[in-house]
Structures are given as C-alpha cells and as structure tokens.
C-alpha cells in the first residue's frame, strides 16, 4: 500500500484542526471477506467518514467538512540513517493567511480522525438521521468486530472468542433493534442486498428466513455461497463467518 496525501479539516464548532490519510494505490492481498459483507485488507485500509473532534467531542461528517489543507508523503530511503524517511515537512494550506497563520504547525501534532465507537455511533444516529443505513450499518458491524480481527489473524477461531462474541449480540436488545431496523432499510430485490438481510437474520437466530432468501438467489452464480449459509445454519451459528473463496469454486 502507497499512502496518499493527509487532508486536514477544522472542526467547525471549536476551531480545531484533524486530519483524515488516504492512499494513493493499494490491493487485497491477504484481505478476509466476511459473510455481513466487509472485508477487512491490510492492503487497502479504510478511513471514517463519520469521527468526533478529539477537543469539543462534535460528531462530524468529514465529507461535509471543507478541506483546509494538505499534506503530501514524499518517501525516500536515507542511505545514510539506513531507512525510509519523509522528504517533505511543509502543510499545504489552501488560504495564503492560513498558510501565514498556521505555518509553525507540523502535521504530526495534528489529531488524526477515528472511526466512531459503538456508543458514538448510535448518538450519530440522531445528528445524522439522513446516513441511518450506513450508520447502522457500521454499528452491525461492530458488534462482530473482535471475532472478524481474529479470523484476521488466524483461521481457527478459538471458543473464549466466539463465546464472547455470542454473550455480546445474545438477548442485547440494542444489537437485535438495530439488525430488525437494517433489514427494513435494505432493499431485498437488490441481490447483494438480499444476501445482507439473510445474514441480518442469521445473526439473530432466525435461520429459516435466512435459508429462505439464499434460496432465491441464482445456482449458478451463488451455489458455493449458499451452501455455506446454509452449513452454518444447519450448525445453529449466529455468528459472521470468513467467506472461503477455494470453497466458493468448489
């Protein structure tokens, strides 16, 4: 992965400054895709677009925020200190009297933006009642987050981890709310859609309805993956599972 520029905003309530990484190529080796739909690539990194200013603690919508400055990596291997060092220590700000005001600030005393936690994202819910699908989204995802880093890590899940996981979505009113209010926001004639609201069900112990709306969709196309829906409900599992792509071609 070659990262991008820095792109730096300013929290419109208290004034302070954060910044938010891209980059500029990247790729999906050694990416795991999971059966909710994310993919978790080391690669190919996702960056917020919902985060909370680290001073004021305002909810923010980055692309809503207007981009006051840039930061561009420029790496080179320094022959001399045997590493890989950063040429450039100048911020572009897109004002001549910001770049005035603000040029003894080094980008790395800027506060990089954070993904939302759990608890900020159901708040975000009610700033930003026009995102509710992605916002419930994330927070779906969340609650699976530890089981889908370690399959991450490992291919054998060990049981401390799946039992934690289960006492977290099991009888939690909240997870099984937000998943019952996903499933009316997602459209089912949408096939990638439909596969969603299948695991939704899943999750939520409802494993009929699940097999029910993989039944639907094309042999041809999905036979491996709705065999291994369907594996996992015969087993009674709620939880996300990692998609085996030499399965699929089976």
Same mark, same amino acid.
Request: proline letters at 4%; glycine letters at 4%.
């Given at each position: 992965?070659?990262?991008?520029? *820095?792109?730096?905003?300013? !929290?419109?309530?208290?004034? #302070? ?14 990416? %795991? ?16 677009? $919902?985060?909370? !200013? ?40 897109? @004002? ?20 939302? #936690? ?46 934690? !996981? ?7 009113? $909240?997870?099984?709310?937000?998943? %019952? ?8 004639? *949408? ?8 695991? $939704?069900?899943? @999750? ?10 993989? *039944? ?12 291994? +829906? ?6 009674? @599992? ?6 085996? +792509? *030499?399965?699929?071609?089976?």
């Amino acid at each position: 992965m070659i990262p991008g520029p *820095d792109y730096i905003y300013e !929290c419109p309530n208290c004034g #302070k400054l954060l910044k938010e990484g891209s980059f500029a190529s990247g790729n999906t080796f050694n990416a %795991r895709h999971f059966s909710d739909g994310s993919c978790n690539a080391p690669m190919l990194p996702d960056f917020p677009v $919902l985060t909370k !200013c680290k001073a004021c603690d305002t909810i923010l919508n980055l692309n809503t925020l207007k981009e006051i400055g840039t930061f561009d990596y420029d790496y080179h291997y320094d022959y001399k200190k045997g590493e890989v060092v950063n040429r450039n220590n100048r911020i572009r700000w897109k @004002n001549i009297l910001e770049n005035f005001l603000k040029i003894s600030i080094k980008i790395e005393d800027i506060p990089r933006a954070d993904f939302l #936690k759990r608890e900020d994202l159901f708040c975000a819910l009610e700033v930003f009642p026009q995102h509710e699908l992605y916002i419930r989204r994330e927070i779906w995802w969340s609650y699976h987050k530890r089981l889908k880093s370690e399959f991450s890590r490992n291919k054998n899940i060990s049981e401390i981890t799946k039992q934690a !996981c289960l006492l977290l979505i099991e009888d939690n009113a $909240l997870y099984k709310e937000n998943c %019952r209010a996903l499933i009316r926001l997602l459209n089912p004639k *949408d096939e990638q859609q439909r596969i969603m609201i299948a695991e $939704l069900y899943r @999750n939520l112990g409802e494993f009929d309805k699940c097999v029910e709306l993989m *039944d639907i969709l094309s042999d041809i196309r999905y036979s491996g993956l709705k065999r291994m +829906f369907k594996e996992e409900c015969k087993k009674r @599992n709620p939880l996300t599972f990692c998609i085996n +792509f *030499d399965a699929l071609k089976e």
